[in-house]
């Protein structure tokens, strides 16, 4: 008896065996689109770094909320840029900030899209970084103080939720956070609302774009005394396993794509819901590359979100998002 010929091939002849057989789909369902929101009106400012991206006032911002509710989208996530950076990023946590006033016209226009926020104080403050700077006076160091940073972070979280948002998700990577802002919003009433840790988050290059964007780009230093080394695997779950204690509803990995192990090791230690942050270089660099005539950027970005899928993602959260939505229609 021979080997079997075509033993692998057979499976392969015609799409619609393909369709049968496959392993992994995107979805729709699977995508979340983030979202810039600037103070001003009839403002649709085009991310240079990002083509097809923008920043938004809040009447355009609540017109593509529409669109994307209408195209099947199960949720945005929305990202500040408030009128004025100061030392407390108090635009993060003012009633009136700039995402508190997003999510209230949002909700007033959209009904069926979920409002997730972003909870960082790095768009707020005048030096950029995600949290309150103090002075060690032993070392004369400047650094994040975590606990001060805290009280900003929960402030931020409740009145994102006093202004209707549906899932929080905290990208400072403080430690604490997550307990800290779960028990406040527990006790404002808020004990529905999810939240989404951004759980494994390295210090990454692939953010350029997106501080570009955010107008977000630290004016000292770096983000390496809270973001997680690039180096670590196991440090990341010992990061899950705390958010996860401290009431994490879904955990995320960012970026996505230089940390595909990451997602899997997540996935196969827990059994919580793992998002993916398909971050702004990452999009970047095809779009680029898509520009150049070097690929295909429809193909590469399908083949990359089903890599994620693949690595264990249950949601991703990708500038892909509304193409993907019409390029998966049936
Ligand atoms: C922090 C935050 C960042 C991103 C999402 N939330 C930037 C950072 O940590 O510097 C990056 C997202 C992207 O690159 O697409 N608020």
Redesign the pocket.
């Given at each position: 008896m021979g080997f079997p010929k075509q033993r692998m091939r057979r499976l392969r002849q015609n799409e619609n065996i393909r369709r049968l057989v496959r392993e992994t789909h995107v979805s729709v369902d699977d995508l979340i689109m983030?979202l810039f929101v600037r103070p001003g009106k009839g403002i649709k400012q085009p991310i240079s770094s990002m083509p097809g991206n923008y920043q938004m006032s809040i009447d355009k911002l609540t017109e593509e909320a529409k669109e994307l509710e209408g195209l099947g989208i199960p949720g945005i996530i929305l990202?500040g840029i408030p009128e004025k950076k100061d030392e407390m990023g108090s635009g993060a946590y003012a009633d009136d900030g700039i995402v508190q006033k997003a999510i209230i016209a949002i909700k007033k226009t959209t009904k069926n899209i979920l409002v997730i926020t972003?909870v960082?104080m790095?768009?707020y403050t005048n030096h950029g970084h995600?949290g309150f700077i103090s002075k060690d006076e032993k070392t004369d160091h400047f650094d994040v103080d975590n606990d001060m940073t805290l009280e900003l972070l929960v402030k931020e979280a409740v009145s994102h939720a006093r202004a209707g948002a549906d899932i929080v998700a905290p990208?400072d990577m403080m430690d604490g956070r997550v307990g800290a802002i779960r028990d406040a919003l527990d006790e404002e009433g808020f004990n529905h609302i999810p939240i989404i840790a951004y759980s494994a988050?390295y210090a990454s290059g692939?953010?350029g774009?997106?501080?570009e964007a955010?107008e977000?780009t630290p004016g000292f230093g770096d983000?390496s005394s809270y973001?997680m080394d690039s180096h670590n695997a196991r440090e990341a779950l010992r990061e899950v396993s705390l958010d996860i204690e401290e009431g994490a509803d879904i955990v995320m990995v960012k970026p996505a794509l230089a940390y595909l192990d990451i997602i899997r090791m997540i996935k196969d230690n827990f059994n919580y819901p793992v998002a993916a942050?398909n971050?702004?270089?990452e999009f970047s660099v095809v779009k680029a590359a898509a520009e150049k005539g070097w690929i295909d950027e429809k193909r590469v970005a399908l083949e990359i979100l089903t890599g994620i899928k693949r690595a264990g993602a249950d949601m991703i959260l990708t500038y892909w998002a509304k193409d993907a939505a019409q390029w998966l229609k049936k």
């Open positions: 983030p990202f972003d960082c790095c768009e995600c990208s988050k692939f953010y774009p997106f501080r955010a977000s983000r973001q942050y971050v702004s270089g």
